[in-house]
């Protein structure tokens, strides 16, 4: 999707529907597996004990796709 709307520019909204699409169909499919969510719950609460416990902010991991 990002490589699309890259290449197209404010075309993006007609010619990228169907990376749209899949990209929704991909990210409701993680949204709604209980699973993944406890994981994302876990690492959450674990960053947020260690900022407690030192004060210091993690630097946010930069997410890298993988297309």
Do not use: H, W
Request: hydrophobic share 25%.
């Amino acid at each position: 999707f990002t490589k699309c709307c890259q290449e197209t520019g404010l075309l993006m909204v007609v010619k990228c529907r169907q990376e749209n699409t899949a990209l929704k169909d991909c990210l409701v499919g993680y949204y709604s597996d209980p699973a993944f969510y406890e994981e994302c719950k876990t690492e959450y609460l674990k960053q947020r004990e260690e900022y407690r416990a030192t004060g210091i902010k993690k630097k946010k991991q930069k997410l890298t796709s993988n297309m």
